[in-house]
């Protein structure tokens, strides 16, 4: 009779068996030489691995695991701005303060915008000798201050007076509107002063000045626009606010002025109010009408 060997287990493997806390004593040792077989070995193998698994650093975890804020998808905007949603993003009488009313097709006043008895067209018509102070005349009450927009753009005027505000809202491409947001902020200093020449209302002095804005959007620039010269052997002064909202590959333009000067609180409130509903309309949302009568 064969006396039974005792069982013998590695040190591997019983601190495998340890570890993982089950009682495999049977599966992973051998209690006779005739059970050293390739099922034991096997059974020896699957204990060690069981050890590297619990002795595995955590910084092994797989990252499809982990939980990080850079992985996390964040909510993502609207592709592009569509024709209908740069119409919802446009402001309305009702986000305006005091009496000003919408008018029809303001897409016009470049080419005929008659203010009491001045031509205010004609006035700005005219040539200087800086290419870009050209550009700033050329594009006050236009769709083009920014260029042409490259997608949906749309645009509302208003009336108050002897002023008119005219908002735009429009999609570019990204690089191009960052260098034009780069232009407008250049005006201040290579434009503070220029002289227009040309025209029915002979020479005209220009002056541009920064202005402030709410902090609104990506990035935003200000500037209050002054000409002056003479219209119909009067003398004339047309004074504007200039303002630009930038949210990513999209922006808000805001010419407000006239002849009795620039209402600073109106061109700060069409960017209060616009701004929040370009950036619902670029989340998939759509905004909720002003109520009538805003303070």
């Known amino acids: 009779?064969?006396?039974?060997?005792?069982?013998?287990?590695?040190?591997?493997?019983?601190?495998?068996?340890?570890?993982?806390?089950?009682?495999?004593?049977?599966?992973?040792?051998?209690?006779?030489?005739n059970n050293a077989s390739a099922g034991s070995e096997t059974a020896g193998?699957?204990?060690?691995?069981?050890l590297a698994a619990?002795?595995?650093?955590?910084?092994?975890?797989?990252?499809?695991?982990?939980?990080?804020?850079?992985?996390?998808?964040?909510?993502?905007?609207?592709s592009e701005l569509t024709e209908t949603g740069a119409r919802n993003a446009l402001i309305t009488?009702?986000?305006?303060?005091?009496?000003?009313?919408?008018?029809?097709?303001?897409?016009?006043?470049?080419?005929?915008?008659?203010?009491?008895?001045?031509?205010?067209?004609?006035?700005?018509?005219?040539?200087?000798?800086?290419?870009?102070c050209q550009q700033l005349v050329d594009?006050?009450?236009?769709?083009?201050?920014?260029?042409?927009?490259?997608?949906?753009?749309?645009?509302?005027?208003?009336q108050e007076g002897d002023s008119r505000l005219l908002y735009q809202v429009a999609a570019y491409q990204k690089s191009g509107l960052d260098e034009s947001m780069?232009?407008?902020?250049?005006?201040?200093?290579?434009?503070?002063?220029?002289?227009?020449?040309?025209?029915?209302?002979?020479?005209?002095?220009?002056?541009?000045?920064?202005?402030?804005?709410?902090?609104?959007?990506?990035?935003?620039?200000?500037?209050t626009v002054t000409v002056k010269g003479d219209s119909g052997g009067e003398p004339v002064t047309l004074t504007m606010d200039v303002a630009v909202v930038q949210i990513g590959a999209n922006a808000i333009t805001v010419t407000n002025g006239g002849l009795d000067g620039a209402d600073h609180n109106a061109t700060s409130a069409?960017?209060?109010?616009g701004t929040p509903r370009l950036q619902e309309v670029l989340a998939g949302r759509t905004p909720t009408p002003t109520p009538s009568g805003i303070e």
């Open 1 to 33: 009779m064969t006396t039974p060997r005792p069982i013998v287990c590695s040190s591997r493997v019983l601190a495998a068996v340890l570890a993982t806390g089950t009682l495999l004593t049977t599966a992973a040792c051998s209690g006779t030489d």
């Open 45 to 50: 193998a699957a204990a060690e691995r069981a």
């Open 54 to 78: 619990q002795t595995e650093s955590p910084t092994s975890t797989p990252t499809s695991t982990q939980s990080s804020p850079t992985s996390s998808p964040a909510s993502s905007p609207a």
């Open 93 to 132: 009488e009702a986000d305006l303060e005091d009496n000003w009313t919408q008018v029809e097709k303001p897409q016009e006043w470049r080419d005929s915008l008659l203010v009491g008895q001045v031509d205010v067209a004609a006035f700005l018509q005219g040539k200087s000798d800086a290419s870009d």
């Open 139 to 158: 594009s006050l009450y236009d769709e083009t201050l920014l260029g042409r927009p490259s997608g949906a753009s749309a645009l509302n005027g208003f």
């Open 182 to 223: 780069k232009w407008l902020r250049s005006l201040p200093d290579t434009c503070d002063q220029f002289t227009v020449s040309g025209g029915d209302s002979g020479d005209r002095t220009v002056q541009v000045v920064e202005m402030s804005l709410p902090e609104e959007g990506d990035a935003r620039q200000g500037l």
């Open 270 to 273: 069409a960017v209060e109010q």
